[in-house]
């Protein structure tokens, strides 16, 4: 199973970490935390020497009720990121966390390698036509609303089946333009309670049978750290828990804040499974 990023085949066969750089002032676990072109650069320089495959850079907190920002305030904030990244580490392979479609196009143009969109292009109609025509892989995330209305939308008649049925016509959507590299990502979080995240975990080998890679982003969320009573400073622990599930169900790809801890779950998965 393996994904082309920009000429480079990606084996997600064996699991790869994503490593995630928030440049929002307001994201949930690290927002604000990176204040400078030079705290950036080490933060991805430490992912990358930890064993991060992929980097994946948001400019708009996706956290629940996160504040609106304008298309304008986003390229501002990701492109200088994109380029020094770029030109600091040219091999890397930058994600972009973004749903819409300019800031999508300016980032690949930049040199940015594939798209994570948390909407699966149902915020922005011009998404999946402009992944069709940039031709990259595309991260497409189940989610209900959007993140000011997405704790109001957590009623299923059933939460698996329906997650399905909207992959289903998503991929079908994706799949009449041409695209070809699609990860799918169920969203943990996302218009989801905390019983209806843990639901999904313990039927997530269900969504290997959409027979495309699976990533998979709990990283010190609250269904973590409510669970547990802490904080998101204090699950890193039960981060690595699900994680190792999530592994055992199939994912191929870990959505990450922690990256070393992420990539030796994966090699001790792999020796459990050889």
């Known amino acids: ?17 994503m490593g995630i750089l928030n440049v929002t002032p307001d994201s949930f676990y690290d927002g604000g935390k990176h204040k400078n072109e030079a705290a950036i650069l080490k933060h991805v320089e430490g992912m990358l020497l930890g064993g991060a495959t992929f980097i994946d850079i948001g400019a708009y907190s996706s956290k629940p009720n996160a504040d609106f920002i304008s298309e304008d305030e986003e ?16 091999n890397a392979l930058l994600s972009i966390d973004t749903f819409r479609s300019q800031v999508a196009k300016q980032c690949i143009d930049y040199g940015a390698a594939l798209i994570n969109d948390i909407s ?11 992944i069709a025509d ?7 995330m189940h989610m209900r609303g959007t ?3 997405m704790l109001q939308l957590t009623q299923y008649d059933n939460l698996i089946k329906d997650i399905l ?5 998503r991929i079908a959507a994706a799949r009449q333009l041409g695209i070809v ?3 799918v990502d169920p969203g943990f979080g996302f218009a989801k309670t905390t019983e209806q995240n843990f639901e999904l975990l313990n039927q997530l080998e269900l969504f290997n049978m959409l027979e495309l890679p699976l990533l998979v982003g709990i990283s010190r969320k609250s269904m973590i750290y409510k669970t547990l009573q802490n904080t998101a400073n204090d699950a890193l622990n039960g981060t690595t828990v699900l994680n190792t599930i999530a592994l ?19 090699q001790l998965v792999q020796s459990l499974n050889s």
């Not at 390229?75 to 040219?90: D, G, Q, T, W």
């Not at 055992?248 to 994966?266: F, M, S, Y």
């Open 120 to 130: 699966a292009g149902n915020l922005d109609d011009n998404m999946l036509r402009t």
């Open 248 to 266: 055992q169900k199939g994912t191929n790809i870990l959505r990450v804040h922690d990256v070393k801890e992420a990539v030796e779950c994966i």
């Open 75 to 90: 390229l501002s904030r990701i492109l200088p990121i994109v380029a020094s990244i770029l030109k600091e580490f040219p």
């Open 181 to 183: 590299d699609i990860i």
């Open 165 to 169: 049925f909207y992959f289903s016509e």
């Open 134 to 140: 940039l031709h990259v892989p595309y991260i497409m």
């Open 1 to 17: 199973m393996t994904i082309n990023c920009k000429g480079q085949l990606i084996d997600v066969s064996l699991p790869k970490v």
């Open 147 to 149: 993140p000011k209305t």
